[in-house]
């Protein structure tokens, strides 16, 4: 089991920048896929990115493209979400995660990782 941590969430106005990072601890890091996923108010969690553990092959949901990137530095054993031009409906909380096992493309689901942090929370204001 890999413990992680996120942080960098906050309130912005639209069109800003945030940056969130996931702190990995645990030997269970190495290898991983790792993930971001979001959660609004009343909707499911969604997927917003993963990254597989040599950075060489990323997918994004749709509606985060050429705003959002992915990245991991893997000696801080930590997973960057830098996003900009922030949206409201970006709003939600943010979730690093874990994949239970070696996976990729755009079709990630909340099962595949077995890992979660306790969220950050991003609020964009209009």
């Known amino acids: 089991q890999v413990r992680l941590v996120e942080s960098g969430g906050g309130l912005v106005q639209a069109g800003g920048s945030l940056r969130l990072s996931c702190a990995a601890s645990?030997?269970?890091?190495?290898?991983?896929?790792m993930g971001w996923f979001r959660q609004a108010p009343g909707k499911e969690r969604e997927f917003v990115a993963v990254?597989?553990?040599?950075?060489?092959?990323?997918h994004y949901v749709d509606s985060v493209k050429g705003r959002f990137t992915i990245s991991r530095d893997n000696a801080k054993n930590t997973v960057y979400l830098q996003m900009n031009n922030l949206k409201p409906e970006d709003t939600a909380v943010y979730y690093c995660?874990?994949?239970?096992?070696?996976?990729?493309?755009?079709?990630?689901?909340?099962?595949?990782?077995?890992?979660w942090g306790q969220g950050t929370q991003v609020t964009v204001s209009s």
């Open positions: 990254i597989s553990w040599s950075g060489s092959s990323i």
């Open positions: 645990g030997r269970a890091f190495s290898g991983k896929v």
């Open positions: 995660a874990a994949r239970r096992a070696y996976g990729m493309g755009p079709n990630q689901t909340p099962a595949d990782f077995g890992s």
